[in-house]
């Protein structure tokens, strides 16, 4: 027994490590990872460490986001996720990702696995919770070079025309590697209290998977970290107040984010959701919620603030999700607690 913990605590150690490291050693490069505005659904591409952090068995959430649509072919982002809660100290889950994009048939795809220990428990009644996530997966790029223009392709005269030659000849059309990513989140889960703190820290491609696309051979992925954290604020036994932030950080690419929603019940089976977040130097967000039962559904639009929003005409970015959470028939003390809900 005395071996197990030990080996817990190493593995718990490493993950702090793992973080840390990722967060000093992220080269200069751009952003490629898709995000998303409605982050607290989509809670496996936010930080593994979040998996099962539910009041339920299992939770499934949908969402999908579209972008820019009047670029001929805008991004367009669907993911789906699946959680499940076990009696094991341990959670798992998996979730898919794809985006398309461009005129040249872009498309980057994920597939991940993920599982979070959660035995690390401290306080009076250990309701102050520590947890350790990991996800491992594949990532699948890969793009059209047939519907593609190139300069070459140009007659001074005429104009372009596909039946024109190009000397550019493209080699890697798809590629897929091997990915991995760790978490650890702090909540406290005590009930009836006035506030309830949570907070995490995530890294993703810790691997450092190879990038075939660019231009030099052994070019890697650059590192995603995201830090976000937040206080659920009870009100009175109806309402809540959720202020939370998101800082991300992905090569040369920067994201911070504040928000808060307001949470109130409007009956025994049904809660709103109100609020806005506030992308710096990039966008505002309004979004609005509805639970009814076990089924939370969401919509947000992105309004930028950037001189983006004159380049791509108005047309800023829409979010719609869904999430489903399957609940025990009996509840028991074990899953009485307030979810680190972002």
Known sequence: MMRTIAHLQNACTLVVITVVLAMAGIPTQ??????????????????????????????????????????????STPG????????????????????????????????YGNVAYTGVRFGANENKRLVFGMQIGLIQRRFDPNKLRFGDQWNPVMGYSAANPTTDVINARTNAVFDAGVG?????????????IFAGLSASHITRPADKFHSFNDARMPMRVTAHAGVRINVNDRTSIVPNALYLMQGSARET????????????????????????????????????????????YDVNTSDLGRLVKGTNSFEISLTLIGRKTTKTPE????????
Request: hydrophobic content about 40%; proline content about 5%.
């Open 30 to 75: 751009a952003q490629v990872d898709p995000h998303f505005t409605q982050y607290y659904v989509y809670p496996s591409w936010l930080n593994p460490a979040l998996t099962g952090a539910f009041d339920g068995s299992y939770r499934v959430s949908g969402i999908y986001r579209n972008q820019w649509g009047n670029v001929s072919v805008p991004y």
């Open 80 to 111: 789906v996720s699946a959680d499940f809660t076990t009696d094991k100290n341990l959670n798992v889950g998996v979730s898919m990702l794809r985006q398309t994009a461009g005129d040249g048939g872009y498309s980057y795809t994920t597939a």
């Open 184 to 196: 650890v989140l702090y909540f406290d889960a005590e009930p009836g209290k006035k506030a309830n």
């Open 257 to 300: 984010m504040l928000g808060a929603y307001v949470q109130s019940r409007l009956s025994m089976n049904t809660d709103l959701m109100l609020g806005a977040n506030y992308r710096f130097s990039d966008a505002v967000t309004p979004f609005v919620g509805f639970t009814l039962n076990n089924t939370m559904f969401s919509v947000s």
């Open 335 to 342: 899953v009485e607690f307030v979810c680190p809900r972002l």
